[in-house]
Each structure stands twice: as C-alpha cells, then as structure tokens.
C-alpha cells in the first residue's frame, strides 16, 4: 500500500491551522507526515511559496529531521534504536539482522515494511529495543525480532 500524497487544498489547510507562519514550519511538517507519512516534492515547493521560505529552506528541515520522509512508507513502519544503550546491547547485530531478514536497508520498503533508524526510544533499560508501528518492544533479540515481524506480517 502506498501512502497517499497530500493535495494542495489539504496542504493549503494545514498551514492556514498553523497561521501561515514560517516558524510554525516544523509543525505544518508534522501534521502532514500524519496525515500521509511523507513530504512530496510538490509539497515541499508549495510550503516554500505558502510560507515565503526557500524550497532550500525547506527541503533543510524535510532532510534533517529522520521523521520526515521524501518517499512513501510502507503499511508498517519498523524503527530500530541506534543509541549507545542499545548498541552496547547487540543493537548493530540486530540492525544487521533486520536488514537480512527484511531484504531492506535502513530508510528502504520491501513487502509493505520500512525500515528505519532511530536514535532513542527512551527505553534503555531494556534494550535493544524496536518500534513497530508506534509500539517499542524491549529486550529484542534476533528471534524475537523475527516473531513481532512475522506477527504484522501475517496480519495483511
């Protein structure tokens, strides 16, 4: 399933809800990565032209922040933590693992599952820990990992 891309009359919208206000532009992002899961390039002209921004300006913002997508996410979203608590805690070998079992790299889709990383679920206690749409799990081993993915999969 690919996400939807967000309409002019719908960006349009949003902005207008945040006032227009360039500074509000973090925000406006926001609300429309939850609306579609991603910024589309035609999005990222209009905000500049609406907000009387730099399409540099942005595409800056759309870029540095690892939550705001340039590609349509898949039906599940799977975020691994990269943090030092988690890497202490076989965090990069589940990464590795992860990308072998899904076939994806980080910040790609295969089969409807993105992959992505992340740098603090705020759950160092139990780490490594997982993000799979919008749920963390701790303590995830390699066949753990295996069984919450087998769990969404199976769902479609």
Same mark, same amino acid.
């Given at each position: ?15 207008r ?27 990222? *002209? ?22 705001? *997508? *340039?590609e349509p ?7 691994? =933590?990269?943090?030092?608590? =988690? ?68 769902? *479609?």
């Amino acid at each position: 399933m690919v996400a939807p891309r967000i309409d002019r009359e719908t960006t349009n919208e949003i902005v207008r809800q945040f006032g227009s206000k360039p500074e509000m532009l973090v925000q406006i992002l926001q609300a429309i990565v939850m609306r579609s899961g991603w910024v589309s390039e035609e999005t990222i *002209r209009q905000l500049a032209d609406e907000l009387n921004l730099s399409r540099a300006d942005v595409f800056g913002v759309v870029t540095y922040y690892h939550d705001f *997508r *340039r590609e349509p996410p898949g039906e599940h979203i799977v975020k691994i =933590c990269q943090a030092e608590a =988690c890497q202490a805690m076989g965090g990069r070998e589940l990464t590795d693992h992860a990308r072998r079992s899904l076939g994806a790299g980080l910040h790609e889709t295969k089969d409807d599952v993105t992959l992505e990383p992340v740098y603090c679920l705020g759950n160092c206690a139990c780490a490594p820990a997982v993000m799979i749409d919008g749920k963390t799990h701790g303590r995830v081993t390699q066949l753990r990992f295996d069984e919450l993915v087998g769990a969404i999969k199976e769902r *479609r």
